[in-house]
Nanobody
Framework: VQLVESGGGLVQAGGSLRLSCAASGSTLSVNAMGWYRQPPGKQRELVAVIGTGGGSTTYADSVKGRFTISRDNAKNTIYLQMNSLKPEDTAVYLC?????????????WGQGTQVTVSA
C-alpha cells in the first residue's frame, strides 16, 4: 500500500487545518488507517485511527473534541480535520495503513507532513 499525504502547513493557534492521506495499491487488504505524529525531540504518538470496515474511530485524549478523522472509501482517502489547534500540536504527522493477517500486523507509512502551530 502506498500513501500520499497533503494538507500540512503553518497556522496560528486556534486555527484549523485538514490533512489528507490517499492510499493506492493493495487497499482491499487494509483493516485500519490513521495518523501518528512526532513532535520535535519527542516520541511518536498515535493521534487517531479509523476502521475500514465499520468505520469505528479512536482518538488520543489530547485531541478528543478538536480533531475528527473520516474516510472516503470511493477515493481510498482518509482525512484529519484539526480544529482549535494549539502550539503543542506542532509535529510531523504521519499517515499509516494497517493490514492484519495470520502473520501479524503490518504498517505502511506516508512520507509525513509538517504541521506548525504558532502561538
Amino acid at each position: 500500500v502506498q500513501l500520499v499525504e497533503s494538507g500540512g502547513g503553518l497556522v496560528q493557534a486556534g486555527g484549523s487545518l485538514r490533512l489528507s492521506c490517499a492510499a493506492s495499491g493493495s487497499t482491499l487488504s487494509v483493516n485500519a488507517m490513521g495518523w501518528y505524529r512526532q513532535p520535535p525531540g519527542k516520541q511518536r504518538e498515535l493521534v487517531a485511527v479509523i476502521g475500514t470496515g465499520g468505520g469505528s474511530t479512536t482518538y488520543a485524549d489530547s485531541v478528543k473534541g478538536r480533531f475528527t478523522i473520516s474516510r472516503d472509501n470511493a477515493k481510498n482517502t482518509i482525512y484529519l480535520q484539526m480544529n482549535s489547534l494549539k502550539p503543542e500540536d506542532t509535529a510531523v504527522y504521519l499517515c499509516f495503513a494497517a493490514t492484519m493477517n495470520s502473520l501479524g500486523t503490518f504498517h505502511s507509512w506516508g512520507q509525513g507532513t509538517q504541521v506548525t502551530v504558532s502561538a
